[in-house]
């Protein structure tokens, strides 16, 4: 189960992180991601790290203003959001895929996704 958190209304410019919680699971072994969903948009890939720590990978549209990160011992991957603007709009959701090291980038990578969390950024 994948559960996130930290989503919320924040101004142009602002920053908001995200957390997304593994239960049942220890998260040291998975790849993990963080997708997102604008109101009437298809789903589209943020950004996504490897069970090693070395692969990390993001969107042309949030490089630079977003940052992933993972702690094992927690069972918790975070995604530091800064410099938001109005497009970044959208349900955020997390995402797993149980291969060493496989980047879940695309929806046919994703073993198991969260319920998502909604971050709205007002102009």
């Known amino acids: 189960q994948l559960v996130e958190s930290g989503g919320g209304l924040v101004q142009a410019g602002g920053s908001l992180r995200l957390s997304c919680a593994t239960s049942?699971?220890?998260?040291?072994?998975?790849?993990m991601g963080w997708f997102r969903q604008p109101p009437g948009k298809e789903r589209e890939f943020v950004a996504a790290?490897?069970?090693?720590?070395?692969?990390?990978n993001y969107a042309d549209s949030v490089k630079g203003r977003f940052t992933i990160s993972r702690d094992n011992d927690k069972n918790t991957i975070y995604l530091e959001m800064s410099s938001l603007k109005p497009e970044d709009t959208a349900v955020y959701y997390c995402?797993?895929?149980?291969?060493?090291?496989?980047?879940?980038?695309?929806?046919?990578?994703?073993?198991?996704w969260g319920k998502g969390t909604l971050v709205t950024v007002s102009s």
């Open positions: 790290i490897g069970s090693s720590n070395s692969k990390i």
């Open positions: 995402a797993l895929n149980l291969g060493w090291d496989i980047l879940p980038t695309t929806l046919d990578r994703v073993h198991y």
């Open positions: 049942g699971r220890p998260l040291r072994t998975y790849s």
